[in-house]
């Protein structure tokens, strides 16, 4: 038998991991690399034989081995954990199997989200803790089954930009971990979901908390802030009862003096509930004109100006929605007039408080002594 030209143009091959069922093949012309992997051991050898005499190609074998059937995906597979990077789906196999239900991918180092996770249409439980996560691809809010994410210890600043309210993710969304991260500014996406009811934002360094939690107070039921850098609470959080609540390790600073029953008000600050002259506005007049600020598919009315409207503050006692000039106070809390269990603090915990006008102030000031805040301003 004459030998094939093809086998010619080989110019070499490499056998060294053929026990592991991988080699490699250079050629001449042009000069590229066949690499092959997870085949028989013994069909590359017959290969490797065939190649150096052709004679061999009648008694190639080309039946899928014992081997090769245990790459095949297992049927109903539902829960996976990948903590060592010989456990992580190749680009090359079978990825990861579609019927996945829970998916666990930690301790990995893990810097950039594979995005063939977002393809598991079944997945409902994702972890991703203990990696080196920054940025997170926006098509993870287009996940229709997801509705448990934990992404605490992690490198995350921000979340993506152009999340919107009709996404799938804030519609199913019930439990979000953020724990050790190193947020700055609270997820501003929170203001969409509509089932949430376990939010950890713990050890991260946060300012405040913004009113817009208050559209997570319907469902949530836990909140945890500890290790924060918070010293007061919004307004939002006494309009909730959480069956738990966590604050441990934040810097609240008491006033001096403070008392049970005063209320601090604040002299020096008078600022509008929404801040921006423009939107505010805008809001002012479809307020006054009866329009419903919610969010609609039809896009009758903007995502972004409907999340304005609905993260301002409101009057304590009218609940107005504030856009203009108000009274601003702060108010030692009692804890268990806003969750069930919580954590003990040695310091108070104040709330910020708004009033519309000097008449609602008097209102909400009833049976409290009114205390100027300047002594709390030098604590700050």
């Not at 456990?87 to 930690?106: A, E, M, Q, R, W």
């Not at 939690?213 to 307004?235: D, W």
């Not at 600022?271 to 809001?283: A, F, I, K, W, Y």
Request: glycine share 4%.
């Amino acid at each position: 038998m004459r030998p094939f030209h093809s086998f010619r143009n080989i110019e070499a091959i490499h056998s060294r991991l053929l026990k592991e069922g991988k080699i490699s093949i250079t050629f001449k012309s042009p000069s590229q690399m066949l690499m092959l992997s997870d085949a028989s051991p013994s069909h590359l050898s017959l290969l490797i034989a065939t190649i150096q005499d052709p004679r061999h190609f009648l008694s190639l074998d080309l039946t899928p081995s014992k081997q090769s059937k245990s790459l095949q995906p297992k049927a109903d597979v539902k829960s996976m954990s990948v903590t060592t990077l010989k456990n992580y789906p190749s680009l090359t196999g079978i990825g990861f199997p579609k019927t996945l239900v829970c998916l666990t991918i930690s301790k990995l180092n893990y810097r950039h989200l594979d995005t063939r996770i977002c393809a598991l249409t079944r997945l409902q439980t994702l972890d991703l803790s203990h990696n080196k996560l920054r940025k997170l691809p926006l098509v993870l809010w287009q996940m229709k089954s997801l509705s448990s994410v934990n992404l605490s210890h992690n490198l995350i600043e921000e979340l993506p930009a152009g999340i919107r309210p009709s996404d799938p993710l804030c519609e199913n969304l019930t439990s979000f971990d953020l724990s050790s991260n190193t947020l700055t500014s609270f997820p501003y996406f929170l203001r969409f979901t509509s089932a949430i009811r376990l939010l950890k934002v713990n050890a991260n360094p946060l300012n405040y908390v913004p009113n817009f939690i208050r559209s997570c107070t319907r469902t949530l039921r836990v909140l945890e802030l500890e290790s924060c850098n918070l010293r007061n609470l919004p307004a939002a959080l006494s309009d909730c009862y959480l069956d738990e609540l966590k604050l441990a390790g934040n810097p609240f600073p008491a006033p001096a003096g403070w008392g049970r029953n005063e209320i601090y008000k604040d002299t020096k600050h008078s600022r509008p509930g929404t801040l921006g002259s423009l939107l505010s506005q805008c809001v002012k007049s479809l307020v006054r004109h009866g329009v419903p600020m919610n969010y609609s598919v039809d896009q009758l009315i903007p995502d972004h100006l409907v999340s304005y409207a609905r993260s301002g503050q409101h009057c304590r006692a009218c609940r107005r929605l504030l856009l203009e000039n108000c009274v601003v106070f702060y108010e030692p809390v009692e804890l268990k007039t806003i969750a069930r269990q919580f954590t003990r603090l040695d310091q108070p915990v104040v709330m910020t408080g708004f009033a519309c006008s000097n008449e609602c102030f008097r209102c909400v000031t009833v049976g409290k002594k009114v205390v100027p805040a300047v002594l709390f301003f030098k604590q700050r």
